[in-house]
């Protein structure tokens, strides 16, 4: 019953914006550490940005910097990701993650295997 259902993925043009969104059920969500991971084929999945429990400190990976921002809402039990100036190298399945239960964010941004929850992943293509 633990679960994480990504939206808000689609095709747009490079300089445009997306808002991606995460719901959770299952779980005691603002107890976890949550983040946003991407992936294109045959590439590793890799670390987009994370959150800490009530959202007091966010991270970003160095390539979304300044144009990517996470935020959560605890009452609602979302996380979202709100992209700008997007690149044709954005293009990727996003996925959202939730950490172990008490944990830091740091922990998965460190390291993937960390994460204790995976959504199914939601497509962003930018075409340039």
């Known amino acids: 019953q633990v679960q994480l259902v990504e939206s808000g993925g689609g095709l747009v043009q490079a300089g445009d914006s997306l808002r991606l969104s995460c719901a959770a059920s299952?779980?005691?969500?603002?107890?976890?550490?949550m983040g946003w991971f991407r992936q294109d084929p045959g590439k590793e999945r890799e670390f987009v940005a994370a959150?800490?429990?009530?959202?007091?400190?966010?991270h970003y990976a160095d390539s979304v910097e300044g144009r990517f921002t996470i935020t959560r809402d605890n009452a609602k039990n979302t996380v979202h990701l709100q992209m700008n100036s997007l690149k044709p190298e954005d293009t990727a399945v996003y996925y959202c993650?939730?950490?172990?239960?008490?944990?830091?964010?740091?922990?998965?941004?460190?390291?993937?295997?960390?994460?204790?929850?995976w959504g199914q992943g939601t497509l962003v293509t930018v075409s340039s």
């Open positions: 993650a939730a950490g172990p239960r008490d944990r830091p964010w740091y922990d998965i941004y460190a390291n993937s295997r960390a994460v204790e929850v």
């Open positions: 299952g779980l005691a969500f603002s107890a976890h550490a």
């Open positions: 959150i800490s429990w009530s959202g007091g400190t966010t």
